[in-house]
C-alpha cells in the first residue's frame, strides 16, 4: 500500500482512497477488477490482475463470460493475497449509454456480491476510465455517488477502498470525497 492516503468513516463503513497498486492490496478480503466481456487477461487493471492471480483465473472464469455492462461476477483470488475477485464490466464511454447508470450499476452490484458473500473489506479501481475512456473525474464522482447511495443498506462491508494507480487519479478522487461527503 501507498503512504499517500486519505479516508473518511460514515455509519461505520471506512472510504479511504489510496495511491498504489490493486494487486498490493493485502488486507482487503477482495479487489474488483475492471473487466473486458469476456474476463480475459487484457491490459490495464484486468491484465494486472490475471498475472498476480496466475493461469488458473482464467480456467474460473471461461464457463462465466460473456458478461454484460454494469454485471458483476465473483471468483476466488487465487494467488493474490485476498480470498475473492469481483469482476465487473463497466461502459464503454461514448458506446454503452447511459453510461452513468451503467457505470453506477458496476459498484452497486460489486457491493451486493461483496455484501452477500460477508466480505469484509473490498479494493477498486477507477473502472471504465482506462482503455474504456470514462473522464475519470465524471467516473470518480459517479463512483463515490454510488458507494454514498449504497452505504446505509451495508451490514458487513466496513471498508471500501479506492486504489488509483496515479496522482492525478488519487487526486481527482480525493477532491470528490471531500465534494460528495461534505468534508472540510
Not at 469481483?86 to 447508470?101: A, F, M, N, Q, S
Not at 477502498?161 to 480525493?174: E, G, P
Request: proline share 6%; net charge negative.
Amino acid at each position: 500500500m501507498s503512504e499517500d492516503i486519505d479516508s473518511i468513516t460514515i455509519t461505520g463503513v471506512k472510504i479511504e482512497i489510496v495511491k498504489g497498486d490493486i494487486t498490493h492490496q493485502d488486507d482487503c478480503e477482495a479487489i474488483v477488477n475492471a473487466a473486458n466481456a469476456r474476463l480475459k487477461p487484457g491490459g490495464g487493471v484486468a491484465g494486472a490482475i490475471h498475472r498476480a492471480a496466475g493461469p488458473v483465473l482464467e480456467r474460473e472464469t471461461r464457463p462465466l463470460t460473456p458478461i454484460s455492462p454494469g454485471q458483476a461476477i465473483i471468483t476466488k483470488g487465487h494467488r493474490l493475497p485476498n480470498k475473492n475477485i469481483i469482476h465487473c464490466l463497466g461502459p464503454v464511454y461514448g458506446r454503452d449509454t447511459p453510461e452513468d447508470k451503467i457505470l453506477m450499476k458496476c459498484y452497486r452490484n460489486a457491493l451486493w456480491l461483496a455484501e452477500e458473500n460477508k466480505i469484509k473489506s473490498i479494493a477498486f479501481p477507477a473502472i471504465s476510465t482506462g482503455a474504456f475512456g470514462y473522464p475519470m473525474d465524471k467516473a470518480a464522482e459517479v463512483a463515490l455517488t454510488a458507494i454514498k447511495n449504497e452505504i446505509p443498506e451495508l451490514k458487513h462491508i466496513k471498508i471500501i477502498r479506492f486504489v488509483l494507480w496515479d496522482q492525478k487519479s488519487y487526486d481527482i478522487h480525493l477532491e470528490m470525497m471531500h465534494e460528495i461527503f461534505g468534508m472540510e
